[in-house]
């Protein structure tokens, strides 16, 4: 992958969120910039400045923070991605992006790109075989949006189904996939 692209990952509140962690270390290998927009949801698993000093970037998390300089966040950070990565992604998200909700700052800056868009799914097997979930990404991949596919394994309530978020090696190479087709 070339060197100076520019990853906004979006991160969702979901059990898989320490894989972030993981993602924006192997992507910052590969020369990228990466730049975490959190949900409010998010923090309340993991705090902002992780994936701050993770990334050498700073992290955004709400649509009216106050910034040195006046800006349009959403739209100045759709402008400079060269790609969207939502990982891991909730079906509430899922449903959100779908259906043109824009009620947070991810929303809105997924709402404002026109770089690809990948999402990473990660929630209970029940969730996301939901009929609703599944027509919410059958929508959005008609749109052109990427998806990686969660996995089969142990997920947070104990069952074993359907719903891990994807490994990062397979995110990683989806990641670059995409970047070199650009």
Known sequence: MGKNKTIILGVCAS???????????RLREKGCS???????EARRLIKPAMFANLSGNKVY???????????IEHV????????????PATANII??????????LLTCVVCATSAP??????????????????????KLK??????????????????????????????VKEVTKISLMK
């Open 95 to 104: 449903g959100k992006i779908a259906s043109g909700i824009c009620d947070d």
């Open 142 to 171: 008609t749109l052109e949006y990427k998806f990686v596919e969660p996995t089969r394994g142990k997920l947070a309530c104990g069952a074993v189904g359907v719903g891990c978020l994807a490994e990062v090696d397979t995110i």
């Open 15 to 25: 059990i898989a969120i320490y894989k972030a962690c993981e993602i924006i270390r």
């Open 117 to 138: 868009v990948l999402i990473v799914p990660a929630m209970n097997e029940k969730m996301y075989l939901n009929r609703i979930t599944q027509g919410n990404i059958k």
């Open 61 to 71: 998390t709400d649509m009216f923070d106050q910034s040195e300089q006046w800006d």
């Open 76 to 87: 100045s950070l759709a402008e400079k991605a060269d790609l969207i990565l939502v990982a």
């Open 34 to 40: 990466i730049t975490v927009v959190m949900t409010k």
